[in-house]
């Protein structure tokens, strides 16, 4: 199968590097597509990604290209591997390109301003030029591209195409689980981004393993809530891209959204903090588009709301925590 994945970061490099590994029973020709020239001279010259993702080679048969005419020229298969804002950009690059190629996005998010899900961007920009579909689940980088064992969800409208490419991806050690509800995926993808700051918020402020259970477990909840009334299946939520996603996140030390947490509770300033981590955290941007969604549908988000007030109100976390732990007690299933 002939695969081209679009964007360099360190997700879309794990990908490759697992995608294009020689040791896959079932090979694919992979190429991996950076926009930038200058990163793309440096992955040539020294076969990683020392920017984004170092410390792993990248394959010899991995093909490296910045011009996406290139990467997408005869491939089966398209993996948008950008943040959430590249995502339009991208799929507006690939219909300019003229090439019909079916796609599936790996980003978790909303797009900031209009609170639309990545399968809402793709139904404005690649409606009907080719069947479309999301990967997501519990997965950090670092982990997939070591060959440790991973289990992901492929969601597309289109059943055939969901299981046929979960098929063809699927492997022992990246197990593709095929899925229609794309809206629960993506839904249970990006909110578990803003749960996982207020994990790491807690951690950060030492209120223990009970607390930090508590958080996943209301955390669900509002993931839940707002993901069926988006037209997701109760059932999704209960499974890798929901509970298991929100799980991984808020415990694991390889979650960047935590770690805005972690540091937020030391009191740094949320500025700095991004700079330090040199890469993208989407439950920052994501939270402010889950919370205005959120009201516009009338949905109680009280942890979504805090992880906002810390981020974008300037509210200390200290306060913002008290606040919600102050909240008046209420049955659990309300």
């Avoid at 090979?27 to 990163?39: I, K």
Wanted: proline share 4%.
């Amino acid at each position: 199968m002939r695969i081209a994945v679009l964007g360099a970061g360190a997700w879309g490099t794990a990908l490759a590097i697992s995608l294009g590994a020689n040791n896959r029973a079932s090979s694919h020709q992979v190429t991996l597509w950076t926009r930038d020239p200058a990163h793309l001279a440096e992955l040539v010259s020294e076969r990683s990604n020392q920017r984004y993702f170092p410390g792993f080679p990248l394959p010899d048969s991995l093909r490296l290209t910045s011009v996406l005419d290139v990467a997408v020229e005869g491939a089966d298969l398209a993996l948008i591997v950008v943040p959430v804002a590249g995502l339009r950009e991208t799929l507006r690059g690939i219909v300019a390109c003229g090439k019909v190629v079916p796609v599936v996005w790996g980003c978790k998010g909303f797009e900031a301003q209009s609170a639309t899900l990545p399968h809402q961007v793709a139904q404005e920009e690649y409606d009907g030029v080719a069947p479309c579909g999301v990967l997501s689940g519990p997965s950090f980088a670092q982990e997939v591209a070591q060959g440790l064992p991973t289990a992901l969800t492929l969601a597309s409208h289109d059943e055939e195409f969901s299981r046929s490419i979960a098929a063809q991806l699927h492997t022992a050690r990246l197990r593709i689980y095929s899925s229609t509800d794309v809206a629960g995926v993506e839904t249970g993808g990006a909110v578990k981004n803003v749960i996982s700051i207020a994990a790491g918020i807690s951690d950060g402020m030492g209120f223990g393993h009970n607390a930090r259970a508590a958080l996943i477990t209301r955390g669900l909840a509002e993931i839940t809530r707002l993901g069926l009334k988006l037209g997701g299946c109760l059932e999704t939520f209960m499974g890798l891209t929901g509970a298991g996603d929100l799980i991984l996140t808020c415990t694991g030390d390889l979650s960047r959204n935590r770690r805005v947490g972690l540091l937020l509770a030391a009191g740094r300033p949320l500025p700095d903090i991004l700079r330090e981590l040199g890469h993208t955290a989407e439950g920052v941007h994501t939270a402010r588009e889950v919370l205005r969604l959120s009201r516009a549908l009338k949905i109680e988000m009280p942890i979504t709301q805090a992880v906002c007030s810390i981020l974008h109100d300037g509210v200390p976390a200290r306060l913002a925590v008290e606040a919600l732990l102050n909240r008046e007690p209420k049955a659990e299933t309300s």
